[in-house]
């Protein structure tokens, strides 16, 4: 049975997402349909990538991965289709791709979508006949494919002494997800003490916490989350809106913002 998983900015008040679904059993009625999130943001590919990327990890081998994000920013000629870490990502050629898989795969093929094709339904479609082809061991209407659009996650600035993390996810409890990973953060702490500094010289965070119940409520913590990475929040509280936190935005006027999408981590001898 083949497991498939779909992940969009669409959004549920629409009837899209049940028609795909309806698309892909018909095609293949056995199979089993998964979503991990229609509410991605359109042009937020790092906030599309840590959602999805941290999920598709915990799905069996072989499972194919549908993406549809910001997919009619220009008309597509083509989905992509990438083997990664025994799964299958299908998506859009617009850089996806690599925001979750941090490099450039070695297998990629591309899915055409001829002119004909007017709606997200029609290239959906096509993706499903794929994925059918595919495992009924046919061979899939696709041609390899070389040169893709890449875009890569944002990285964190970092120096002796600190390190400016961008704000990459705030939950719906208003917990705020850091790009920076354990490993990151050990590597540069280097056994120091630090402070995660939530409101310049007046708030900080001076310890790494297991779970929300190792502080009183109302107390401010950090721990690392099950996706490795860096997250502060407060127990039973709002550490997005006490503190005006913000997801790192990609627009490309950043004045006046950038203390509110990034968070500064010290370290002291």
């Known amino acids: 049975m083949p497991v498939i998983t779909l992940s969009s900015d669409i959004g549920l008040n629409d009837y899209l997402v049940g028609a795909i679904k309806g698309q892909l059993l018909?095609?293949?009625?056995?199979?089993?349909?998964?979503?991990?999130?229609?509410?991605?943001?359109?042009?937020?590919?790092?906030q599309a990538a840590y959602i999805c990327g941290n999920a598709f990890g915990y799905f069996p081998g072989d499972t194919f991965h549908i993406i549809i994000v910001n997919f009619f920013?220009?008309?597509?000629?083509?989905?992509?289709?990438?083997?990664?870490?025994?799964?299958?990502?299908i998506c859009p050629d617009n850089?996806?791709?690599?925001?979750?898989?941090?490099?450039?795969?070695?297998?990629?093929?591309?899915?055409?979508?001829?002119?004909?094709?007017?709606?997200?339904?029609?290239?959906?479609?096509?993706?499903?006949?794929c994925i059918k082809q595919m495992i009924t061991g046919k061979k899939?209407?696709?041609?390899?494919?070389?040169?893709?659009?890449?875009?890569?996650?944002?990285?964190?600035?970092?120096?002796?002494?600190?390190?400016d993390s961008q704000i990459i996810f705030i939950d719906n409890f208003e917990n705020v997800v850091l790009n920076v990973t354990k490993s990151e953060f050990e590597e540069i702490r280097a056994g120091r003490s630090f402070r995660i500094v939530l409101m310049r010289n007046s708030e900080f965070i001076t310890r790494i916490s297991d779970n929300y119940a190792a502080v009183q409520p109302g107390e401010n913590l950090a721990f690392f989350?099950?996706?490795?990475?860096?997250?502060?929040?407060?127990?039973?509280?709002?550490?997005?809106?006490?503190?005006?936190?913000?997801?790192?935005?990609?627009?490309s006027n950043m004045q006046n913002r950038l203390l509110y999408q990034t968070v500064r981590i010290l370290f002291e001898s």
């Not at 989350?225 to 627009?251: C, T």
Request: proline residues 6%.
């Open 140 to 163: 899939p209407d696709t041609t390899e494919v070389k040169d893709i659009e890449e875009k890569y996650p944002m990285r964190s600035a970092v120096g002796t002494d600190w390190i």
């Open 225 to 251: 989350n099950a996706g490795g990475y860096l997250e502060i929040a407060i127990n039973k509280g709002n550490v997005a809106g006490l503190f005006g936190l913000q997801r790192y935005a990609n627009a």
């Open 95 to 129: 850089g996806i791709l690599t925001m979750i898989t941090q490099s450039k795969p070695v297998d990629i093929k591309a899915i055409p979508i001829p002119a004909t094709a007017k709606s997200l339904l029609d290239a959906t479609k096509l993706i499903a006949d």
């Open 73 to 89: 920013d220009q008309h597509p000629k083509r989905m992509l289709l990438a083997e990664y870490n025994s799964q299958y990502i």
């Open 26 to 46: 018909t095609a293949m009625p056995d199979c089993a349909i998964a979503d991990i999130s229609h509410q991605l943001t359109a042009f937020d590919y790092q």
